[in-house]
């Protein structure tokens, strides 16, 4: 499914190519979370090495608001040249299955145009809470239901609909409480404020060390090599439970088939940089170097599974 910074990208400095000629050559990623947030800091860590292998101008444009809808709005409608693209994940369509007035379609308004990876996820909770492993947690919330707060980046997000998922599976109820980005969410575990979250292990890696946050289970299949002394959720006594994310580049509908390949094979050859691979796998993020027409077809089973479950969750867009 990370500190409220001013970033000079976002109020719209480019990263790369100030002279005139270059400015109509400019690109644009909207970042449907505030600046810290996992999207936000994948975007950051990927964007000066494109704008360099492109040659070309790329601006970072934090859109947060509304579970990301805002941002997603903000692309649906922007002009199908290729040049505006939203960096994406799962909350892209969770977030559009709970709300139903949407000025855009989350699917059919959007082209699948560069395919990342996929983000790893950990349940964390607040020290204060002295909850050492998982069952320590489930104990320790069982004994007052709705007593206790859990955090996430926005309403239908990764990060909210994930940690639904595990407090239905686990018989148990916690109020929930969004914000605009996971930076705003560990601040908020930090200082004892909110008990519990399901987070990306991007978000989490400034963190690690930090007493005041622990670490309780991965919400991955397998265990990472970046907690790897943390169990599972599954391992924990829930088996099977999974929760990960894909990350992408959306392009708008109209954008013609030879610009997607050529978003894509930029994508590619960023991610395909030594130094790009290492730093993306010292936060949890695997990459995986998949066609558009792959990541079309993630897109639509993505979709057809958040529709599923939020109903099955009965989740709604308060």
Do not use: C
Request: aromatic content about 6%.
């Amino acid at each position: 499914m990370i500190s409220r910074r001013s970033f000079a990208l976002a109020s719209g400095l480019l990263l790369a190519g100030h002279a005139d000629s270059q400015v109509t050559h400019q690109s644009t990623w909207v970042v449907p979370y505030s600046a810290g947030s996992a999207q936000d800091t994948l975007a950051r860590l990927l964007s000066q090495q494109h704008s360099h292998d492109v040659n070309a101008p790329l601006v970072v444009l934090n859109k947060p608001g509304a579970g990301g809808t805002i941002a997603s709005a903000q692309v649906a409608k922007s002009k199908a040249d290729g040049r505006t693209l939203l960096l994406a994940a799962s909350s892209h369509h969770l977030a559009g299955a709970l709300v139903h007035s949407l000025p855009y379609h989350p699917l059919n308004s959007f082209r699948a145009a560069a395919f990342m990876g996929f983000s790893e996820y950990v349940l964390v909770a607040s020290a204060d809470l002295q909850a050492a492993r998982l069952d320590d947690f489930v104990k320790r919330i069982a004994l007052a239901p709705q007593r206790y707060h859990f955090a996430s980046s926005g309403q239908g997000s990764a990060t909210h609909v994930g940690m639904a998922a595990f407090l239905a599976r686990a018989g148990l109820e916690m109020t929930h409480v969004p914000f605009k980005g996971t930076g705003e969410v560990i601040q908020e575990i930090l200082a004892g404020r909110i008990q519990a979250a399901i987070l990306p292990t991007l978000s989490l890696h400034p963190f690690k060390t930090d007493a005041r946050l622990r670490p309780l289970a991965l919400t991955s299949l397998e265990r990472s090599a970046h907690f790897p002394d943390l169990p599972t959720v599954g391992e924990s006594g829930y088996p099977g439970f999974r929760w990960i994310s894909w990350v992408g580049l959306l392009a708008p509908k109209g954008v013609p088939d030879a610009k997607i390949q050529s978003i894509h094979e930029a994508m590619q050859s960023v991610l395909a940089d030594p130094a790009v691979q290492k730093r993306l796998q010292s936060v949890g993020i695997a990459t995986t170097h998949w066609t558009p027409e792959q990541f079309d077809q993630l897109l639509k089973t993505d979709w057809s599974d958040a529709l599923t479950m939020t109903r099955q969750l009965q989740l709604t867009a308060d």
